[in-house]
């Protein structure tokens, strides 16, 4: 079965940076659409960023451009996200997700399969 296993997340002081870590198995990694969602306390799930199957195309939430860049190893079966310029209001569980939906998962948030999550939290 499809697994998605997030790691990499931890506390940081606001400026600082973390790399967020998704390996995925049970799938065809390089057919699938690959995305990073979060969610805070008492907030609904947000779309933070998408990247298609050879990375040529990536999609940003306002929020987080300029500071967070999502990449892909398909030989690794591995998306990532780097994060950088950490604020507080970034602090919230990440989840990685998978979409076999095609090219307009990266637009409309529609993905098949989640992770369990990895917590970050940011300082002030």
């Known amino acids: 079965q499809v697994q998605l296993v997030e790691s990499g997340g931890g506390l940081v002081q606001a400026g600082g940076s973390l790399r967020l870590s998704c390996a995925a198995s049970?799938?065809?990694?390089?057919?699938?659409?690959m995305g990073w969602f979060r969610q805070a306390p008492g907030k609904e799930r947000e779309y933070v960023s998408g990247?298609?199957?050879?990375?040529?195309?990536?999609y940003y939430t306002d929020s987080v451009k300029g500071r967070f860049t999502i990449s892909r190893d398909n030989v690794r079966n591995t998306v990532y996200l780097q994060m950088d310029s950490l604020k507080p209001e970034d602090t919230a569980i990440y989840y990685c997700?998978?979409?076999?939906?095609?090219?307009?998962?990266?637009?409309?948030?529609?993905?098949?399969?989640w992770g369990q999550g990895t917590q970050v939290t940011v300082s002030s």
């Open positions: 049970g799938l065809t990694f390089s057919s699938f659409v």
């Open positions: 997700a998978a979409s076999g939906r095609g090219y307009g998962s990266l637009w409309n948030r529609e993905y098949d399969y």
């Open positions: 990247i298609s199957w050879r990375g040529t195309s990536t």
